[in-house]
């Protein structure tokens, strides 16, 4: 699959991939829309209610999500275990092309980055005692989950239109059997067929203010018994 470095406008690289007409990242800012989607409206308001929190991240990418993650283990002492499913894993060449380190200003981040893409797939690598990564070389199609065992998944796969395959309802019941109660689903998608899709499958759904560029997104509820 031929990929295409590309400028996004908070100044952050992003990929795009011709064959799909599809960005991995908001063009209006990939940094942004991490930050918003994922972290502000998932990670932290989990942390909210718990400190001991198992993420499975849907299309780990460029791995931008992941390492925005990371800190919050430092900050709060919250025991993150991070699983996140990819079928296509990135080059390190390409990776080292996005030039991450220009918007992770962090050293310590970009170090925990390298050791993010060079980490061993489908083996459970301790970053710090404090997070745990698992990198999962399949997609969710093939992925068997235990049941009630996330607390939040950060859902970043291609728009419905690119990949309409993984945005059916059986798609977010596997999800939904796999989140524990109170558990919450995030993504940047506020598709009203997705959304409905989302409700079949149990979940409470919320619409939430998007990031840049973007009116709403989207926060799924698993309902407490």
Known sequence: MHLEIRQTKDGSNTLYVPELNEHYHSVHGALQESQHVFIKHGLE?????????????????????????FPFALAQKAFIQYDTLEKFPLSEELVNQLQFEQVILNPELQDVFKQMHQADWNVPVD????FTLQKIHETLEEFVPPQSYYDLVYFDAFAPEKQP??????????????????????????KGSF??????AGFEVEALPGPPGKREMTRGVKPVD
């Open 195 to 200: 959304k409905r899709s989302l409700k079949a």
């Open 45 to 69: 308001h989990v942390l909210q209610s718990k400190k001991d929190i198992k993420i499975l991240e849907v299309g780990f990418g460029t791995g931008l999500n992941a390492v925005l993650t």
């Open 165 to 190: 395959e993984l945005w059916t309802e059986a798609m977010f019941r596997k999800l939904y059997q796999a989140t524990r109660p109170g558990g919450v689903l995030v993504t940047y998608c506020a």
């Open 127 to 130: 970053l710090i005692p404090y």
